[in-house]
């Protein structure tokens, strides 16, 4: 059974820029989270995908955007970036069904805007 | 919505002692409570939860206890090691909904 696999695992982008990450869920899961977690803090809902819908929104501004695919994995994009975006991103994925409600989280990516 | 609160921000402990981490919540409707561990460059890894229909649940050291009355529930390590230092996160939820955490505990325990 393969985890949550994210990537890059480390990324510089200039204030203004546009940004993409990857995350492929762990086999068996449908359900795709993600979360952003600033230094010394708690991790912070974004959204959720389910059926390649978004399926629940934290708050967060329209330039955080999402995908996600048929095979469940999944992309965050955030637009216009700013340096406050610093943070490490965490994917999550979990099963919708069967009662259990755990979530895998991945390694995360940590995007530094300078 | 959600609101989690943690107790302490920062834990240090000799080896072998007990450390003890609590939280708060706020919607009584939540029913799934996880705790994870999180070491450094890592994401969060699962390590006990419980559902509101439980009162404790244990596995070897840790335990977890869950007070629906008071909205709170606790973590506790027994026997403490060097490799259980690490941030020790808690959170909520409302069955298959969101995650709502806590800041956070750094355990550090001392040799």
């Known amino acids: 059974e393969t985890g949550v696999t994210q990537s890059p695992t480390h990324l510089i982008k200039t204030r203004g820029q546009q940004v993409t990450l990857r995350c492929s869920s762990q086999?068996?899961?449908?359900?795709v989270s993600w979360y952003q977690q600033a230094l010394g803090q708690g991790p912070q809902f974004i959204f959720q995908?389910?059926?390649?819908?978004?399926?629940g929104r934290g708050n967060f501004p329209p330039r955080f955007s999402g995908l996600q695919f048929p095979n469940y994995s999944s992309e965050l994009n955030v637009n216009a970036l700013e340096l406050d975006d610093s943070a490490l991103y965490l994917c999550?994925?979990?099963?919708?069904?069967?009662?259990?409600?755990?979530?895998?989280f991945g390694s995360g990516t940590r995007l530094t805007v300078v | 919505g959600e609101n989690v609160e943690q107790h302490p921000s920062t834990l240090s402990v000799q080896e072998g002692d007990s450390a003890v981490i609590k939280c708060t919540y706020s919607?009584?409707?939540?029913?799934?409570f996880p705790w994870y561990k999180q070491e450094l460059g890592k994401g969060p890894q699962l390590i006990i939860d419980?559902?509101?229909?439980?009162g404790e649940k244990k596995d070897q050291r840790i335990a977890v206890t869950l007070n629906k009355t008071a909205k709170h529930f606790s973590l506790h390590i027994t026997e403490t090691q060097p490799e259980d230092s690490a941030v020790y996160f808690c959170?909520?939820?409302?069955?298959?909904?969101?995650?709502?955490f806590g800041k956070g505990t750094m355990l550090l325990v001392s040799p």
């Open positions: 086999s068996g899961h449908n359900t």
């Open positions: 959170a909520a939820s409302r069955g298959y909904s969101t995650l709502t």
């Open positions: 995908y389910y059926r390649e819908e978004e399926n």
């Open positions: 999550a994925s979990s099963l919708q069904t069967g009662g259990d409600y755990g979530y895998t």
């Open positions: 919607d009584s409707a939540s029913n799934y």
């Open positions: 419980i559902r509101s229909n439980v």
